[in-house]
């Protein structure tokens, strides 16, 4: 076995995330989940917030390792020396850019192997933009993320308004 790196942006992460991890975990000997801190993108949580809100929904799992990284993928999985990097699919439209990006790294770092694992079928609807979406609108989000996360996304996103209905 091998150790494997699972970067992303978790902004915030989610069941998906989570069910990904923890089955790569029954896979590989060592996992390490890295979250992403590009300047070039808008986050609503800070790398360190999203670096604690993984760790603490991990809870007892601290066999899985919870590090920031910036740049790429494959410089990531080398720092760790990890020999895998772990892709989560939720359905086809995401194989395409996946697929992509994981050619692109076996170019960059050929030693490095893209392994792909699907979400379950409870998620595969969810992502961190349609979470954030659904909070900031007031919608129900329960069992969707974890309790700690929907408390953190409820306090830093209030409930957009509803337009007043136009007469006339």
Known sequence: MTAAV?????DPVHSGHLDVILRAREIFERVVVGVLDNDQKRYLFSVEER?????QSLGAATDIGVRPFSGLAVEFANQERAGVIIRGLRAVSDLDSEFQMALMNRRLEPRVHTVFLTTGFANVFLSSSI?????AHGGGIEGLCPPVVEAALRARLAP?????ARNG
């Open 131 to 135: 979470l954030k979406d659904v909070c």
């Open 160 to 164: 957009v308004p509803a337009a007043p």
């Open 51 to 55: 670096v604690e809100l993984i760790r």
């Open 6 to 10: 699972y970067p992303g942006s978790f």
